[in-house]
Nanobody, 124 residues
Framework: QVQLVESGGGLVQPGGSLRLSCAASGNIFSINVMGWYRQAPGKQRELVANIPSGSNTNYADSVKGRFTMSRDNAKNTLYLQMNSLKPDDTAVYYC??????????????????WGQGTQVTVSS
């Protein structure tokens, strides 16, 4: 079982910044992809950014140049630095981690875990 704990959401004025964190805990053997999603009221959940293992970070067109995702492998923590925030960025943000738990390749188990969500509100 892999648990994800998010933090860092809140209320910010347009043009402001926030930094979200997502700490993963559990017997993680390997990670296939880590990412952030968001869901605004009345809308479907959408990808904000993700990074497949061994690949580059992908960003939604709506956040390119404003958001930066990074990870601290030693702490199993994922971050999302959000700058130049707009009212359209208002949503609940979720982190997602997909990979395997276990101690070796032959006994690994697949997991697809989601954080509890953190509210980001951009308003004056």
């Amino acid at each position: 079982q892999v648990q994800l704990v998010e933090s860092g959401g809140g209320l910010v004025q347009p043009g402001g910044s926030l930094r979200l964190s997502c700490a993963a805990s559990g017997n993680i053997f390997s990670i296939n992809v880590m990412g952030w999603y968001r869901q605004a009221p009345g809308k479907q959940r959408e990808l904000v950014a993700n990074i497949p293992s061994g690949s580059n970070t992908n960003y939604a067109d709506s956040v390119k140049g404003r958001f930066t995702m990074s990870r601290d492998n030693a702490k199993n923590t994922l971050y999302l630095q959000m700058n130049s925030l707009k009212p359209d960025d208002t949503a609940v943000y979720y982190c997602n981690v997909v990979g395997y738990t276990g101690s070796n390749y032959y006994t690994r188990n697949f997991f697809d875990s989601w954080g509890q969500g953190t509210q980001v509100t951009v308003s004056s």
